[in-house]
């Protein structure tokens, strides 16, 4: 079987499958995720899905997500919740960093440093896992929305520092050999800064005039590439597809960028995104789910424990009891580079298999409950949410 057969036998039996699971009103577009799981048993079409082709379409799938994100994002609704925002992002962090690396240091002997530094790296929030469901919904442009997607995207700060020091850990072998920690730094600095210019001087921008829908595409696709390609320097390659969206939104005018999306999510919800689903439950050894399920299932409660109750307690006051536990619920994600990290470790031998095992076992299993149970509760709460302004 060629690529083109496999592509579109795997779309028709996602959109097939995807009926029966938007029935819990879990989006549709997981279904990918349960048809790779039931491949990884046995891949019959391993040489396809090894490919580079194939990886480079999951990858587009990844950074077409993260494109979204940054579209949605409304950069003046966070400033207007900065304070907020920041707080509940890093005592989330800490606060599962502290539980994680207790649980890592004791029960799997690893020295303190490294506890914790494996403990922030699974902290944080895989928010690409989230935006379907939050598109499902409507909720993307309120300010619950905005809280949730502006905390995923804070916290990858967490996951760029955690990266640059597992890279300086590993030496000159990984990430950032070929160029120096201040170019590194004056990279990340650019990718900062060319959106909160935009955001600053929108006003003083003249809205870009395209002539047709294919030209505005094509000019979407420039922006998104090249923050990718900017990213990609220092290994930021994700972050750089979130700052493209951010960037783009103060670009466009309203009615430009509402065409945009239409367009953007057709093509990522209908082709790209369910292949980067499909890749990365294809990758998962079900020995990681059987080998040691008391383990995933203990470093699932008490991180995502952690992240409900650090939830509650700062967001009560501010979202209400039910909202402030919806939060932490979407918070506990955990889709993101981390894992990345993770497997930067495993291969350098600085952290045990059985770790690695669990570790990604729990990523696994928290990719299928985390989006079901956040979907049931959004739905059983039957919650109103406050709109916010996009212009």
């Known amino acids: ?9 795997i779309l028709i039996l996602t959109l097939f ?26 891949n019959p079409f391993a040489e396809i899905t090894s490919s580079d082709t194939f990886s480079f379409l999951s990858n587009l799938g990844m950074y077409f997500l993260l494109f979204i994100i940054g579209l949605e994002l409304n950069i003046k609704e966070m400033l207007k919740q900065g304070k907020f925002i920041l707080k509940l992002s890093f005592s989330l962090v800490i606060a599962e960093s502290i539980f994680g690396s207790l ?12 506890s914790i530094l ?7 929030v895989g ?19 905005q809280v949730l997607l502006g905390i995923g995207t804070l916290d990858d700060i967490v996951e760029l520092i955690t990266i640059i020091i597992v890279s300086i850990y590993l030496g000159s072998s990984h990430g950032y050999s070929s160029v120096s920690i201040l170019n590194n730094f004056l990279f990340l600095g650019l990718l900062f800064l060319v959106p909160l210019l935009l955001q600053i001087y929108k006003k003083d921008i003249h809205h870009l005039q395209f002539k047709n829908v294919p030209s505005l595409f094509l000019f979407g696709l420039v922006t998104l590439f090249a923050f990718v390609g900017i990213g990609s320097f220092v290994e930021s390659a994700a972050l750089g597809a979130i700052f493209a969206g951010i960037a783009l939104k103060n670009l466009l005018s309203e009615s430009k960028l509402e065409k945009f999306e239409s367009i953007i999510k057709i093509l990522a919800y209908g082709f790209f995104v369910p292949i980067f689903f499909l890749q990365v439950s294809l990758k998962v050894d079900l020995k990681y789910l059987f080998s040691a399920p008391l383990l995933i299932l203990i470093i699932l409660l008490i991180t995502n424990i952690t992240k409900i109750l650090t939830s509650y307690s700062l967001a009560k006051s501010k979202l209400g009891t039910k909202k402030s536990i919806l939060l932490g619920i979407g918070l506990s994600a955990k889709f993101s580079t981390g894992i990345v990290i993770i497997t930067m470790l495993y291969s350098q031998n600085i952290i045990p298999l059985e770790l690695y095992s669990v570790l990604i076992g729990a990523m696994i299993v928290s990719q299928f409950i985390i989006p079901i149970l956040f979907s049931l509760f959004l739905k059983k709460w039957n919650l109103k949410f406050e709109n916010i302004k996009t212009s």
């Open 127 to 145: 928010e690409a896992i989230l935006i379907p469901i939050l598109d499902e919904f409507k909720i993307i442009q309120t300010k619950f929305g």
């Open 103 to 114: 649980f890592i240091h004791y029960v799997f002997k690893i020295p303190w440093g490294m």
């Open 17 to 42: 499958l995807g009926k029966f699971i938007q029935k819990i009103r879990v989006p549709w577009i997981f279904s990918a995720l349960f048809l790779g799981l039931i491949l990884s048993l046995k």
């Open 1 to 9: 079987m060629n690529l083109f057969l496999f592509l579109s036998i």
């Open 118 to 124: 494996v403990a922030s790296s699974f902290a944080t």
